[in-house]
């Protein structure tokens, strides 16, 4: 069966994260036979904090050489990234802002994005928005596979959990990971108790639909739903020894702003493996 998997997007920027996420992205590409492209994005220094909002002219052209400098930077470790064998990836710039818009909208044509965990701590990726991840699945309604800043396991996908609510978030996280899940050694998937539609006759099922993509899965059926649940799913992952974490992202938006619910943020914010979500 040919693979869904035909193009990734991943982000680019000027950090030293960058080049070991275009380097997962290209393992992933090769893996499935997919294309990848790379895109550099970033805010601005003229529009970050403390020069926005109004800076003088002589301010403004060194804030547009630091810019410069650093995208030539970030080009620099793009190609030598590109030095070894491997997936050939395409280049390109964000030049409009807000850049998480402009990167959504490029995100559009894209089976795929591959991104970076927000780390607090880092100054060299101070320019990227806090909330890249997710403002560009909730913009352009794709999935995103989240590399934590901490570390990427050597091997990503050969033990796989998802994490499992009947809502179209975890459905779409569900579909986009299908390709991974095939080709994974585990798969197991952890629920809480929900309420199911009644329904006569056959119903169907998360665990019909996954047998029907070849995919054969551990269930692990837990009690009432907790409130902390995102700390629950990431510990339920390291019990099972779990290389990625497939969810759903949930939220909502408001004043122009994309709002996560708790256990979204808290898995944003703690994971330590990679994550596939999907809005």
């Known amino acids: 069966m040919k693979s869904s998997l035909m193009q990734i997007l991943v982000h680019f920027d000027a950090s030293r994260r960058a080049a070991p996420r275009l380097e997962f992205a290209r393992q992933l590409a090769r893996r499935h036979g997919a294309a990848v492209a790379a895109l550099y994005a970033v805010t601005p220094s003229f529009v970050m904090p ?85 403002t560009a699945m909730a913009i352009s309604g794709r999935p995103a596979l989240i590399l934590p800043y901490a570390v990427v396991p050597p091997t990503v996908g050969e033990t796989v959990v998802i994490a499992w609510k009947t809502t179209r978030e975890a459905a779409r996280a569900v579909t986009a990971a299908m390709p991974l899940l095939q080709s994974a050694q585990r798969v197991h998937v952890v629920n809480w108790s929900a309420d199911e539609p009644v329904v006569g006759g056959v119903s169907l099922d998360l665990a019909g639909y996954l047998k029907r993509h070849g995919v054969e899965a551990t269930w692990h059926r837990q009690g009432d739903e907790p409130e902390r649940l995102g700390e629950l799913l990431l510990s339920s992952a390291f019990d099972l020894e779990a290389d990625l974490l497939v969810m759903g992202c949930y939220g909502h938006s408001r004043a122009r702003e994309w709002l996560l619910g708790g256990t979204s943020r808290a898995v944003l914010q703690s994971m330590t493996l990679p994550v596939l979500m999907a809005h």
């Open 50 to 134: 403390p020069f926005a909002p109004t800076i003088g002219p002589g301010v403004a052209v060194t804030l547009r050489e630091l810019d410069d400098e650093r995208l030539a930077g970030a080009r620099a470790t793009f190609d030598r990234a590109l030095a070894s064998t491997g997936v050939p990836v395409s280049w390109g710039e964000v030049i409009d802002y807000p850049v998480t818009g402009a990167f959504a909208q490029q995100a559009l044509y894209a089976d795929l994005l591959v991104l970076g965990q927000h780390d607090p701590s880092d100054i060299e990726s101070s320019d990227v928005p806090p909330d890249f991840a997710e």
